[in-house]
């Protein structure tokens, strides 16, 4: 098989995979190939605005597992391809000399056992880092199952690692996923937490110390393929980030790929697409609004509105918060209003003090006032027309124009009128 065939079948097979981010680490490839600064790779943005890419591949997509949901699955009649690991470097190597990419994002299905598919991905990893110089940004997956010690060694040549959990719950693994089991997913985890953490230790005594995943670990969920409701897995979300120290927990709105009657029904099924995206806000309220996952929702709420965004379907659940005095209020009152963010927090607390803040102000200082007049008072007054508004009203006006977040396509008007 051509390489460029290899390629197209092995690039595709990986783009379910969302478990990529970029992350600002310190290796500089001074006496190499590439750079991880300053701030990393996989279709993220840099300080100045720049937009930076990594190749995303498989390493294989040939998989002794069967998992429902995988389009990868051993039962699926799918095109096969596996990289050598020269074939992989040299691929990696060409892109990266030609501009199109400055890092690699590299994963793999399972070929004959999680320890032979975590060798292959080293080979290649050795074969960059130590062969090449290759000094640029580098995500490997960790495979459940794997010895202990081919996963250090993995994680000593990567800048980031990554374990997806898949699914919100262990019965729902072990339906669609009877090969995998929850301790066998949470144990690399483990070892990847305890890891970076010796590493930050060893770095301090020695600043010559090898690093171990210094940009951290990620993860992955499928949102939509089984019943488990938003709380449950923000609730799971909160205890990884909590348990294990993970950098950033992805959701993945599930795509029909199987006519498996345990999966919904592939004709009738609309991918939750507006789901996948209230739970990426609400993942931010975890991670830098000090939110908890019961605070946004309870088992008499468990599924968030998705006319709303997560911020505002609290704030209209608990009104006695509000209003928010803007000149007295300290910056975890400031955070809990809606269409205030972090940046604009900090800036409020540091105009205050050169005297009192208006709603003009307000807007100057960058705060969204489109959401955030409805829950703010300044010096005790409110934005005007907002004094008389009952729950249904601002409900209404904070939600989505379209139910559901739909946007109606703009199309050629017609000359005629339509046929009766």
Not at 102 to 113: I, K, N, P, Q, T
Not at 175 to 193: C, N, S
Not at 209 to 221: I, L
Request: charged share 25%; net charge positive.
């Amino acid at each position: 098989m051509e390489l460029l065939e290899k390629l197209t079948i092995l690039a595709d097979a990986a783009k379910y995979d969302a478990a990529c981010t970029s992350s600002g680490v310190d290796r500089t490839g001074r006496r190499g190939l590439g750079s991880a600064l300053p701030a990393g790779c996989c279709h993220s943005f840099s300080a100045d605005g720049r937009c930076i890419s990594l190749l995303k591949v498989l390493m294989t997509n040939r998989c002794r597992y069967d998992c429902a949901y995988c389009v990868n699955r051993r039962s699926n009649d799918v095109p096969r391809a596996t990289f050598t690991p020269r074939e992989l470097c040299e691929l990696t190597l060409g892109f990266y000399r030609r501009n199109y990419i400055e890092g690699l994002f590299l994963s793999s299905a399972v070929l004959r056992d999680p320890d032979y598919t975590t060798e292959r991905m080293i080979a290649v990893l050795s074969l960059l880092r130590e062969s090449y110089g290759f000094g640029g940004y580098i995500h490997a997956k960790a495979i459940p199952g794997t010895d202990p010690l081919l996963t250090h060694r993995l994680g000593l040549l990567c800048d980031r690692l990554s374990v997806n959990i898949e699914l919100p719950s262990q019965r729902s693994l072990s339906l669609l996923a009877p090969d995998k089991t929850k301790e066998a997913i949470l144990a690399p985890m483990e070892q990847i937490r305890d890891g970076i953490a010796i590493s930050k230790q060893e770095l301090v005594q020695y600043r010559h110390a090898p690093k171990f995943a210094p940009a951290g670990q990620s993860t992955q969920m499928i949102v939509g393929a089984t019943p488990e409701s938003d709380l449950q897995i923000l609730r799971l979300s909160q205890g990884l980030y909590r348990r294990y120290r993970l950098k950033r927990v992805f959701y993945s709105a599930y795509m029909p790929v199987s006519d498996s009657k345990l999966l919904p029904a592939r004709q009738s099924f609309r991918p939750p697409l507006l789901r996948e995206h209230r739970l990426y806000q609400a993942d931010w309220l975890l991670r830098f609004y000090h939110f908890d996952a019961e605070e946004l929702l309870d088992e008499g709420h468990p599924h968030f509105d998705p006319r709303l965004d997560p911020k505002c379907c609290w704030a209209l659940r608990h009104p006695e918060y509000f209003p928010v005095e803007v000149n007295r209020a300290d910056y975890e009152a400031l955070l809990r209003v809606p269409g205030m963010g972090v940046i604009s927090a900090r800036r409020i607390l540091a105009a205050r003090r050169a005297g009192p803040l208006t709603f003009e102000g307000l807007k100057t200082l960058g705060v969204v006032l489109k959401r955030a007049q409805y829950f703010l008072t300044c010096s005790g007054r409110g934005a005007p027309g907002t004094a008389r508004l009952r729950p249904e009203d601002l409900f209404f006006r904070l939600a989505d124009p379209v139910p559901g977040g739909a946007k109606v396509l703009p199309g050629q008007l017609s000359l005629f009128p339509p046929a009766i």
